[in-house]
Each structure stands twice: as C-alpha cells, then as structure tokens.
C-alpha cells in the first residue's frame, strides 16, 4: 500500500474481490443504523424520565454515548471506503478515524470496567453502595474518557501511529510491527487497556455470582 506524494489517494497492493466490500459495507451500515438508533433511544429516555437517572445508569449512558458517537461519526468513513474499494479520505483522513476509533474503543471498555466494580460493589458490598453517589460516578465516568483519549493521544505524537489496515477500507494503531517504539506501545496497552479491565471486570462478576 502506497501514499501518493501530494495526494490523497491510496494504492492498493492487494485487493478483495468487489462483492467483499459490498458486503462488509452493508454490514457496517446495518449495524451503524441500528446503533444509532438504539443509543439516541437510550439517551433521551436517560433525559427525560427522572428515575432512570441513578448513579449506576450514569455508567450505561456514557456507554451509550460512546458507541452513538462510534456509529455517527466512525462507521461513515468506513463504509465509504468500502463502497469504493480503497480508503479514500486521505493520510489526516486516516489518522482522525484511527483516532476516533481508539478513544471511543477504549474508553468504552474503561466504562464496562468500572460499571462491573459498581455492581459488585451494590450486590456484595451493599452498606458501601451509598457511597458512589452522582458526584463520584461522574468523576469515574470523566476518568474513563479523559484515559480513552489519553492512550489514543499519544500514537498522533509519536508513540506508534494511525495507519491502514487490511483490506485498506479502515486505520488503527499499527499492530505487528516490531520496531521497538510501537512495539512497547502494544505491550503497554495490551495491559493498561486490556487485561487490566477484563481482570476486574473477571473478578466482578465472579463476586456477583458467588454471592448469589
């Protein structure tokens, strides 16, 4: 895959037959309709009844905004380049989506992260419940964001980078590459990002499930 000097278009070494990112781009549209749709529901629905605005919510509404955000504002990018066959939106192009992706990606698995820790906390510890009031949920939930944009920052300045993928329809941080400096990116987020969240929400859940 190569960059045109002074251009904005990609060139393909290799290609999928045309069918495949037919398909992959109904796919996308599918889901990004239906997403869309599903999330603004759950949004307004937060807003306007009253009840629904407890403290444990508020961790499934920043869900809820970040896969709304997800749909409306990544998956267009997408299924354009798939209906063309090549990413078509050019190097700054490229590294917006891959950015966007990444920080409402992570973000959303921080979110999942600590909405698991509040319902262990309500199930198992229910005297210390009180104390995730809204105040504290919204400081946990702006943690959440302000991490998701920490980690997806630092590839635009140097610590890895956004490039195309395979089929080169979409960009994300560059995987398996083993140069050193993106490499000890992967390994540093693959724990900060991954294991970490996926042990305490492991750990919630398993202490939901024995105290029931």
């Not at 009840?51 to 970040?66: G, P, Q, W, Y």
């Not at 698991?116 to 809204?134: E, L, M, Q, Y």
């Not at 635009?156 to 195309?164: D, K, R, T």
Request: net charge neutral.
């Amino acid at each position: 895959m190569l960059l045109h000097n002074n251009t904005t278009d990609y060139v393909q070494d290799v290609l999928l037959p045309k069918y495949w990112y037919n398909i992959i781009a109904f796919t996308l549209t599918g889901t990004g309709i239906f997403g869309t749709i599903e999330n603004i529901i759950v949004v307004v629905l937060f807003c306007r009844v009253k009840s629904l605005r407890t403290s444990t919510n508020m961790f499934i509404i920043s869900v809820a905004l970040s896969d709304l955000l997800m749909c409306a504002l990544s998956k267009p990018f997408a299924i354009a380049s798939n209906l063309a066959g090549v990413w078509i939106f050019g190097d700054s192009g490229c590294k917006f989506y891959g950015f966007l992706v990444y920080f409402l990606g992570v973000t959303s698995m921080y979110t999942l992260c600590a909405l698991s820790f509040d319902r262990c906390i309500v199930i198992t510890k229910p005297f210390f419940a009180t104390n995730i009031t809204h105040t504290v949920a919204g400081i946990i939930i702006a943690g959440c964001w302000l991490l998701g944009m920490f980690w997806a920052i630092l590839p635009l300045i140097g610590w890895n980078s956004y490039e195309l993928e395979v089929p080169y329809t979409s960009c994300s941080v560059v995987w398996d590459s083993k140069e050193p400096l993106r490499f000890s990116y992967n390994i540093t987020i693959f724990f900060t990002c991954f294991c970490i969240p996926v042990t305490v929400m492991g750990y919630s859940y398993t202490m939901i499930y024995l105290t029931n």
